[in-house]
């Protein structure tokens, strides 16, 4: 099949799943630039388009702070070190230590994660995902920044309302039947090229806790996010989305769902969705994202769009990287 061009239609997810051999299940070799993966949806119209998002000039940045996480829920990624030098009375310069790229928000990279059966995204070989080779490395998006419509669903606010809030000690997993109510609670229509973000206030949450709540909650391993499932993935990727992001761990909740339909592809992951978005479908996923302060604001002006910038570290080869994410009203 051949690559399609931006005015293209692309296939359905039902047609994906029926292409041949490894490449079923995948967008592998269909975008003109095919180590881009889906913020390829984003075309030239659609950023010019998304401007009109921008009625106040208000805007916000995205991220929390390097060391935000500390602890945080992650076994291995601790809080950078931050070092300031002087070579002589007038000069400052600093540097960090121990720096993990995803340890406070991020952006994960296509080489993030490996499909147990098909392998690395567009079938990059192993050997090429390595420090100093440019596949599927991060610099794809630093190079040409992740530029467009972003949509915000309060799922927090929403289920709050209700009455019912999202239980984040119980790392609640929450369904793509939900999703679709605060689309509608939100009268939000979505566009190809959409960056999806989803409120679910578990950042927040989770940094409100004393240490020892903390501490309790990485070694659970439970964490509120999306469910696994299939519907979930042929939604993403048939809304066009280019890119899905969160404000919680993992995006997905953790533990996968006993139920997950990924447990046997994705055995080295327990049965999470990462492998069938990132190496599967190129759709870059972003993960604790400081969306609170955007939420409450749209919540007060009733307006769930805005012009989102991604412009992740320029590492060449990197894996993830801070989300450097910001949002224009």
């Known amino acids: 099949m051949r690559p399609l ?11 994906l799943l029926r292409r041949e051999g490894a490449l079923a299940g995948t967008s592998w070799g269909l975008f003109p630039d095919a ?8 075309t030239p119209q659609a950023v010019v388009e998304a401007r009109n998002c921008i009625r106040t000039g208000t805007a916000f940045g995205l991220d929390y702070p390097a060391d935000a996480f500390d602890p945080g829920m992650s076994l291995k990624r601790g809080a950078p070190r931050h070092t300031i030098y002087s070579s002589h ?9 121990g720096y993990y790229l995803q340890g406070s928000s991020q952006i994960d990279g296509l080489r993030h994660r490996r499909a147990d059966d098909v392998g690395f995204y567009n079938g990059t070989p192993d050997e090429r995902i390595t420090e100093g080779t440019p596949d599927l490395g991060i610099q794809e998006w630093a190079d040409s920044p992740i530029v467009g419509r972003g949509v915000l669903l309060d799922l927090a606010g929403y289920r709050a309302a209700q009455g019912n809030p999202i239980d984040h000690d119980a790392g609640e997993p929450l369904g793509l039947d939900l999703i679709e109510a605060v689309l509608d609670s939100q009268s939000v229509n979505l566009r190809q090229g959409d960056i999806l973000m989803l409120h679910t206030g578990w950042s927040e949450w989770f940094l409100g806790l004393p ?19 299939e519907e979930f993935v042929a939604w993403a990727w048939d ?25 046997e592809s994705a ?4 049965g999470m969705m ?3 978005l990132l190496a599967k479908l190129g759709m870059p996923l972003g993960e604790l994202w400081r969306l609170g302060p955007l939420a409450r604001h749209m919540r007060s002006t009733g307006q769930w769009d805005a ?23």
């Open 239 to 263: 809304q066009r989305l280019s890119l899905l992001a969160a404000d919680n761990f993992a995006f997905e909740c953790l533990p996968a769902l006993p139920s997950s339909p990924y447990r």
């Open 35 to 42: 180590t881009r993966g889906t913020p390829s949806f984003i």
């Open 274 to 276: 990462h492998q069938q």
């Open 267 to 270: 055995p080295n992951d327990h």
């Open 307 to 329: 012009f989102i910038t991604v412009k992740p570290l320029n590492i060449t080869g990197g894996t993830g990287s801070p989300a450097n994410a910001t949002a224009l009203m």
């Open 211 to 229: 240490a020892e709540e903390k501490q309790r909650m990485q070694e659970s391993r439970r964490a509120t996010g999306v469910a696994q499932s």
């Open 5 to 15: 061009a931006g005015d293209e239609a692309y296939p359905a997810f039902a047609e």
């Open 89 to 97: 009375p007038a000069h400052r310069d600093d540097f960090l230590d």
